[in-house]
Each structure stands twice: as C-alpha cells, then as structure tokens.
Nanobody
Framework: QVQLVESGGGLVQAGGSLRLSCAAS????????MKWYRQAPGKERELVAQ????????NYADSVKGRFTISRDNAKNTMYLQMNNLKPEDTAVYYC?????WGQGTQVTVSS
C-alpha cells in the first residue's frame, strides 16, 4: 500500500534552516506530482509547495517563495523541502502528499 514517511523536522531558531524528507513506497513515485503541506495550531492545512513528476516544474505558496526549495530524487523515491531563513510563522506540522495519501507529519518549530 502507499506509504509516505516524513522526517527532518525539529526546533530551530529564526533565520535557521532545516531539510525535510518524504520517503515514498507502494506506488510508482516517478509518475506523480508530489506536494508539501503544513498545518499550524488552530489553522487549516495549507499547500506549501508542489513538484511535477520529473521535477522540472515547481510551485510555492507566496509566504515561502525565495526561502523554501522543493526537490525530488526519483531514484530514491524521496522528496525534499529545503527551508532556509525560517520564521516563527513557519512553525507547523509538515506533511507530504502524493496520490491522495498523507504521511504522519513532522513537527517544525521556529523560535524567535
């Protein structure tokens, strides 16, 4: 069955960086768009970034443009989210999404 496992979250000071990973299994990863979402306490889940199956097209939420970079390695069935210049408002649980399935999420906390 489809399985998505996020990792790489943690606690970081404002201005710092983290790289999230999403390991996928149970489907042909290279055939599908993949997405990163996040959900902050008391807020709805929001789309952060998405990437085409080949990685040649990416889109970002305005709030993260210029700071976050989405990428993928189809040979490793893994998607990444490089997050730089993190801000306290980036604090959230980050989820990967593919083929309509969700991972368990990874917590990112940015202290001011």
């Amino acid at each position: 069955q489809v399985q998505l496992v996020e990792s790489g979250g943690g606690l970081v000071q404002a201005g710092g960086s983290l790289r999230l990973s999403c390991a996928a299994s149970g489907f042909t990863f290279s055939n599908y768009f993949m997405k990163w979402y996040r959900q902050a306490p008391g807020k709805e889940r929001e789309l952060v970034a998405q990437i085409s199956h080949s990685g040649d097209m990416t889109n970002y939420a305005d709030s993260v443009k210029g700071r976050f970079t989405i990428s993928r390695d189809n040979a490793k069935n893994t998607m990444y989210l490089q997050m730089n210049n993190l801000k306290p408002e980036d604090t959230a649980v980050y989820y990967c999404n593919g083929l309509g399935n969700w991972g368990q999420g990874t917590q990112v906390t940015v202290s001011s």
